[in-house]
């Protein structure tokens, strides 16, 4: 159980992920949440270096500290009653969320452990130039995903700015 | 490779727990970004641990960072006209859907 | 593998204790004072105006979105700009459609006036 590729590292990291993450969904305060989601999705990045996944960890910092997180922190900034304490921020099924939730874990757990013949290979074979790699792998392989992408985003862009205009009438 | 997985599962039943749980919009928005960061994990272990060769998981894993955060924009400019309409952003506000 | 990122995990080390020095030097060195002045809010030496609990204006949430947009088309030009020597045109003409389809977005945002600030 406790020999885990990339060894204390791995479990520093865990813990710190699994408290921040469930710092966002307990805490009282939205903008706190945001905070402790910085916290989580920095550490998920440091996870992806354990796992030879440095393109991947330089693009979850860019993109979900960088910006998701900025335009979380706007978002709670804007609606700002939100930083009133007295409101409860879960409703009155949390009991019984919690139950389920946790059998879920439990439960996927047992399936991953028990339940699942994994075939790992002896040795990682990664190719040793990440981001080469994926540059290749997407300017041929993955070439007409990766131009959709773009649409996708003029897509979100124009829909997101069309219904946050600032009304003038 | 299980410690790695299993922390998946967990990090995913934290963000089921949130969405289920959360009273306001925002909040539920960043519980579904706990929960694409868990399968997120899940791509890269199997990536690292299963697949022969070749980087496809991650590939995979970038695709759902810029998905999730195209979501992320869309969701929050509801959230935003959901604010200025309902005076409000919590879900149980707007229930002009339900009868 | 991971040893080439020691340094950056040595930094974090160091943030972190060097913000926690910061504080806990301030608090067992300082002077307490509750006075009036104390409890402003702190805008860089100027005195503030307004309240703080106001919501922002909806401009930085604009300007956020388009920030986040790019940001996702810059992280596809780093893999791109390894490659592209051995590409060649192929890659570059990729590119340029990936580029020519956002600045159709560029464009709209431009003529909805997102970027006007008055």
Not at chain 1, 135 to 163: C, D, N, Q, R, W
Not at chain 3, 38 to 58: L, R
Request: charged content about 10%; aromatic content about 16%.
């Amino acid at each position: 159980m406790l020999e885990v590729d990339g060894g204390i590292v791995f479990w520093i990291l865990s813990f710190v992920i699994l408290v921040s993450g469930f710092m966002v969904v307990s805490l009282k305060n939205v903008f706190h949440c945001a905070l402790a989601l910085v916290l989580c999705l920095f550490t998920v990045a440091g996870l992806y270096i354990l796992l030879d996944a440095e393109f991947l960890a330089a693009a979850q910092v860019l993109i979900y500290v960088g910006s998701v997180a900025i335009l979380l922190i706007f978002e709670v900034m804007l609606t700002s009653k939100l930083a009133d304490k007295r409101i409860t921020q879960s409703n009155d099924q949390a009991l019984v969320g919690f139950f389920i939730c946790t059998l879920f874990a439990v439960a996927a757990y047992l399936l991953i452990k028990f339940n699942t013949i994994w075939y790992p290979l002896a040795k990682s074979a990664l190719p040793s130039d990440n981001i080469l790699t994926i540059g290749k792998y997407l300017m041929t392989e993955f070439m007409l995903p990766f131009e959709v992408v773009s649409i996708l985003l003029v897509a979100a862009l124009i829909g997101a700015i069309a219904l946050a205009r600032t009304e003038k009438s | 490779m299980i410690p790695y997985l299993a922390l998946a599962a967990i990090l995913f039943s934290i963000g089921l727990f949130g969405v289920m749980t959360r009273r306001n919009t925002i909040g539920i928005l960043m519980s579904l970004e706990l929960m694409f960061n868990a399968v997120n994990i899940n791509f890269v272990t199997f990536n690292k641990y299963v697949v022969s060769d070749g980087l496809v998981g991650q590939i995979f894993a970038i695709f759902i960072v810029v998905i999730a955060a195209a979501e992320a924009v869309v969701g929050l400019a509801i959230v935003l006209l959901i604010y200025r309409n309902w005076k409000g952003i919590d879900t149980d506000h707007f229930t002009v859907m339900k009868w | 593998m991971f040893e080439t990122f020691y340094p950056i995990l040595f930094l974090v080390l160091f943030a972190t204790f060097l913000a926690f020095m910061l504080v806990a030097f301030s608090i067992i060195l300082g002077r307490r004072t509750s006075l009036g002045k104390k409890f402003q809010a702190y805008e860089c030496g100027i005195t503030p105006e307004g309240s703080t609990k106001d919501p922002v204006p909806i401009k930085f949430f604009q300007v956020a979105i388009l920030f986040l947009l790019f940001d996702i088309e810059v992280i596809f030009l780093y893999p791109w700009a390894i490659v592209s020597r051995q590409l060649g045109w192929f890659g570059f003409i990729e590119m340029l459609v990936f580029i020519v389809i956002l600045l159709v977005g560029y464009f709209y945002v431009l003529g909805r006036g997102a970027l006007k600030w008055d």
